[in-house]
């Protein structure tokens, strides 16, 4: 079974860093491209960031340029997202998902992706 699984997740303080990760369970997510969305208490889940399958191309939420990075590992089937200048309201349940497909009007959206993992939670304190 395809699974996806996030680690990382945790408290900070606001301004902080947090590093969370995506491993998937098989090496044929190294040709999908990866992404990680956000979902707060109440509210719907959104596009935080996106890598294409090469790694060649990345995508960000406005609210997130500049301040986060997400990346491939070596092996391509692992997907990072570098937080840094963390705010209170970055808090929330981080997911990353993968996407068989997807480009720069495509991968900011939740129906261009197949799987998904169970989710971190990253909590910002001010």
């Known amino acids: 079974q395809v699974q996806l699984v996030e680690s990382g997740g945790g408290l900070v303080q606001a301004g902080g860093s947090l590093r969370v990760s995506c491993a998937a369970s098989?090496?044929?997510?190294?040709?999908?491209?990866m992404g990680w969305f956000r979902q707060a208490p109440g509210k719907e889940r959104e596009f935080v960031a996106a890598v294409t399958w090469s790694g060649s191309s990345v995508y960000y939420a406005d609210s997130v340029k500049g301040r986060f990075t997400i990346s491939r590992g070596d092996a391509k089937n692992t997907v990072y997202l570098q937080m840094n200048s963390l705010k209170p309201e970055d808090t929330a349940v981080y997911y990353c998902a993968a996407a068989a497909g997807c480009g720069a009007r495509t991968c900011i959206l939740l129906s261009a992706y197949r799987y998904w993992g169970q989710g971190t939670q990253v909590t910002v304190s001010s």
């Open positions: 098989e090496r044929t997510f190294s040709n999908y491209a």
